[in-house]
């Protein structure tokens, strides 16, 4: 058996499907509905509703609770480990199911109290379309689990894996004998980086195609649990809330389509990725909170000055109720969001992960809102601050720092991780990857960087910053200079308040943090190497790698 494939993205990601394509395509080729496709019916069994697409896959959909009971593809059953079915969340219990086709499509509807959701299959189609509607907190629905048989697919993210023999943190996070993490929040991946996940044997392929996620939460850098496997079997995941680490409310109202899609082995069909999925034949079946592509619109810009094209530029939409994003064109900027519901929204320039403009964009129904060039202003990038000495640029995030290519897919006391402790020396050339990309209290506090300062320099009073990306039980870093300065200790920012440094995730909220040191501070001597011991700060958090602990995306000394 053959594992997904993918290719790299960025510093610190794979792919599992390749990036959605602009704008939007018809549904073509095998996606094409076929209304004559035979045996495309429904029956009733007792106690489900057994749909035949009339192609490769047959499922049935419980009567009483709305569960995926059966996937039968190429007559083989896919569905179910551990004696659990396909389901929200962990089963929504009893729900109101009814069922009803409008010419070559079928449609399961299931009610539970304000939540709706839904299964249509099309004719001719080996793929499951979904909806959720969850329009309040009265029922908790935070996900969709496929959960397939034990033995059917290799396990080719072993970092997912969920069974180890050693327990290491709050029952989800193991330990293997020789010294490797195992959990099923590492998948390396964040929403923007994928379009579908699963598993493919080479001959049969079975993935999630992820909807555009409008109505969750978290942005496009936002990572939460995809796909896990067990001893008793696996799980691909659709997130429509995830708790952890997260810096937004939740959103209500529909989210979808996504997709339940088999393939002969290869990677679901590109018409089936968010932003170029057409459901015009969704449009009249009624599904709750749906709004068709005639009531949305479109920002685009026709450019972005002040970039450093050293990076890559997202552009991100959000408000209270909905969240886009898109890339900027890496040649002048130029970006282009389709699908938007009618609103008010912030817009935001992103400089790898760093916000680096924000603004106010206004889209209406069935229209498009073009915006003249924005211009990223000079003093919004800290990278262009005139530094002493710099570790590490300002992008929002801690990768090139020591470490930080491996924590977005293992737990920090990973075998595989080197050493937390260590310090650096400005002017070595390994600054930055001797610097670690995470500080606890309990583990390396009090890290020291070497520096020398010329005459002139000694004489002046200097700005210190450290940006940090997310922290944990308010870990927040407090300085001393040469032993004789010591920093206040600083506010703790607004962050995310569950794990986030042992699950895969340095994604909170960037602050950067200022610290004014006097001339007094510094060595008069310029062949001497001056001190600069961070420690961290914080009466919370537990102890070692759950002790307050913060993520680091920049460290400075402003000339």
Not at 472 to 494: C, E, H, K, M
Request: aromatic share 10%; hydrophobic share 35%.
């Amino acid at each position: 058996m053959s594992g997904s494939t993918g290719r790299p993205l960025g510093r610190r990601t794979f792919v599992l499907g390749s990036a959605a394509a602009a704008g939007t395509a018809a549904l073509t080729g095998p996606l094409a509905a076929t209304a004559s496709a035979a045996g495309f019916g429904w029956s009733d069994d007792g106690s489900n509703y057994v749909v035949d697409t009339g192609a490769s896959l047959v499922f049935k959909v419980s009567k009483t609770n709305g569960d995926l009971t059966s996937l039968v593809y190429k007559g083989t059953e896919y569905q179910g480990y551990g004696g659990k079915n396909s389901h929200v969340e962990s089963g929504l219990g009893t729900s109101t199911v009814t069922i009803a086709q409008s010419g070559s499509t079928i449609l399961v509807s299931v009610a539970h109290g304000t939540l709706k959701h839904y299964y249509a299959a099309r004719s001719g189609e080996n793929n499951v379309y979904l909806w959720t509607n969850k329009a309040d907190s009265s029922v908790t629905a935070t996900r969709y689990i496929v959960r397939v048989k034990a033995g059917l697919f290799l396990n080719d993210e072993p970092d997912s894996y969920t069974y180890a023999p050693t327990v290491i943190e709050s029952a989800d996070v193991f330990e293997k004998s020789d010294g490797q993490t195992r959990a099923k929040h590492y998948s390396r991946l964040r929403v923007m980086d994928y379009d579908y996940i699963g598993w493919t044997t080479g001959g049969v392929g079975l993935w999630i195609v992820r909807s555009n996620h409008e109505k969750a939460s978290g942005g496009p850098f936002y990572r939460s649990l995809l796909r896990h496997q067990s001893a008793d079997g696996g799980g691909l995941y659709e997130i429509l809330y995830y708790g952890e680490n997260q810096t937004e409310s939740e959103r209500y109202g529909l989210q979808g389509p996504y997709v339940i899609a088999f393939t002969d082995g290869g990677a679901p069909s590109s018409a089936l990725y968010p932003g170029t999925l057409t459901t015009s034949w969704a449009d009249s079946l009624g599904i709750s909170g749906y709004v068709a592509a005639g009531g949305r619109g479109r920002v685009a810009g026709v450019g972005i000055s002040g970039r450093d094209t050293a990076y890559a530029y997202t552009v991100g939409l959000a408000n209270s109720a909905a969240q886009y994003w898109g890339p900027a064109r890496s040649s002048d900027g130029y970006f282009s969001i389709a699908g938007v519901l009618p609103g008010t929204y912030t817009l935001t320039v992103f400089k790898g992960e760093l916000a680096v403009y924000t603004g106010s964009v206004s889209v209406s129904a069935g229209s498009t809102t073009t915006l003249n060039t924005l211009a990223i202003p000079s003093s919004n990038d800290p990278s262009n601050a005139s530094a002493i000495w710099r570790i590490n640029n300002w992008d929002g995030t801690p990768g090139g720092f020591k470490n930080a290519d491996l924590m977005t897919y293992m737990h920090p006391s990973d075998v595989r991780a080197a050493s937390w402790t260590g310090n650096v020396v400005i002017g070595s050339g390994t600054e930055t990857s001797a610097f670690p990309c995470y500080l606890w209290k309990d583990v390396n506090s009090g890290i020291v960087v070497y520096f020398r300062l010329t005459a002139a320099q000694a004489a002046a009073a200097h700005t210190l910053r450290i940006g940090v990306t997310t922290a944990y039980a308010n870990g927040r870093p407090q300085v001393v200079v040469n032993d004789t300065w010591t920093s206040a200790v600083p506010s703790p920012p607004t962050q995310p308040s569950t794990r986030s440094l042992t699950v895969g995730s340095y994604r909170g909220n960037n602050h950067t943090f200022t610290y004014s040191v006097p001339a007094s501070a510094w060595l008069t001597d310029t062949s001497a190497y001056n001190t600069l011991k961070i420690y961290v700060a914080s009466g919370s958090g537990t102890t070692s790698y759950l002790s307050a602990g913060t993520a680091i995306d920049a460290i400075d000394l402003l000339a």
